[in-house]
Nanobody, 115 residues
Framework: QVQLVESGGGLVQAEGSLRLSCAAS????????MGWYRQAPGKQRELIAA???????NYADSVKGRFTISRDNAKNTMYLQMNSLKPEDTAVYYC?????????WGQGTQVTVSS
């Protein structure tokens, strides 16, 4: 079973930056569609950034131009660089990996943006 572990969350002021990491216990990134999701209190979990096996990326409109998803296959790690953070970005952030029948999630990392 593959484990995903997020890190890098924390408290930051508006307009600040954070970089989240998602480390996998096995080398799956080159064969997976990877994504970052977030869930704010009282809201549904939403996909905000994704990267395909070929390296193509997609972003939700709410984060486009501010967040960047990337991965390092050699390190089995995916990243989410978050710039110009806003209070509405406050949420628990989760990484996700899909390949074949596998659909795995990390435990989540809290990001809090103060105004």
């Amino acid at each position: 079973q593959v484990q995903l572990v997020e890190s890098g969350g924390g408290l930051v002021q508006a307009e600040g930056s954070l970089r989240l990491s998602c480390a996998a216990s096995k080398n799956i990134f080159s064969v997976s569609v990877m994504g970052w999701y977030r869930q704010a209190p009282g809201k549904q979990r939403e996909l905000i950034a994704a990267i395909t096996r070929g390296g193509s990326t997609n972003y939700a409109d709410s984060v486009k131009g501010r967040f960047t998803i990337s991965r390092d296959n050699a390190k089995n790690t995916m990243y989410l660089q978050m710039n110009s953070l806003k209070p509405e970005d406050t949420a628990v952030y989760y990484c996700n990996a899909k390949f074949g029948l596998y659909d795995g999630w990390g435990q989540g990392t809290q990001v809090t943006v103060s105004s």
